[in-house]
C-alpha cells in the first residue's frame, strides 16, 4: 500500500473521529441541561419549600408544589442524565484524541516506511472501530446539529479561517 493510500485513510478516520467527537458533545450538552432541569433545580427547590412549609412559613399549597418538585427529582434521578452527560463527554474526548491521532500520523506518515504507516494506521482503524462499539448511541438530530457547526469551521484552526 502507497503512502497516499495511507493517508487517506488517516483523513477519513480524522474526518468520521470529527463527526463523532462532535455528536457526542452536542448530547453532552443536552444531557448536562437536562440534568439541571431534572435533578439539580428541582432538588433545591424541594429542599427550600419543604424548610418553608415545615416551619409554617408560606401556605399549604406550595407544600404540594414541593411534592411536584420532589417527583420531578424523582423522575430525573431514574433517567439520570447525569450519567449520560458523562458518557457522552467521554466517547467526544475518546474521539477527539483519535481524531489528534489520526491527523498527525497523517502529516507525519509520509516519512515512514509504508510496511510501519500499513501497521500504525491499522492501530488507528482499530482503536476507532473499538469506539464505535462502546461509545454510547447517537441519534440524528444531534448528528445534524454536529454536522451544521463543522460545517461552520467550528474545528478550523484559526490560521484557515
Known amino acids: 500500500m502507497s503512502n497516499s493510500v495511507h493517508c487517506a485513510e488517516c483523513q477519513r478516520i480524522e474526518e468520521n473521529a470529527t463527526y463523532s467527537a462532535e455528536t457526542h458533545h452536542v448530547l453532552a450538552k443536552r444531557q448536562l441541561l437536562w440534568f439541571r432541569m431534572f435533578q439539580l433545580v428541582p432538588a433545591i427547590a424541594t429542599a427550600v419549600i419543604g424548610t418553608l412549609t415545615v416551619g409554617q412559613v408560606v401556605p399549604r399549597w406550595v407544600g404540594i408544589v414541593g411534592l411536584l418538585t420532589a417527583v420531578v427529582t424523582a423522575i430525573g434521578t431514574v433517567l439520570n442524565p447525569q450519567q449520560s452527560y458523562y458518557e457522552h463527554l467521554a466517547a467526544a474526548k475518546a ?50 446539529k454536529a454536522r451544521e457547526r463543522i460545517q461552520a469551521g467550528v474545528h478550523q484552526p484559526d490560521e484557515k479561517k
Open 95 to 144: 474521539f477527539t484524541v483519535l481524531k489528534h491521532d489520526a491527523r498527525a500520523l497523517r502529516e507525519m506518515g509520509q516519512h515512514e516506511a509504508a510496511q510501519d504507516l500499513t501497521v500504525a494506521v491499522k492501530s488507528v482503524h482499530d482503536r476507532y472501530n473499538d469506539l464505535i462499539r462502546i461509545a454510547p448511541a447517537t441519534e440524528d438530530w444531534a448528528f445534524e
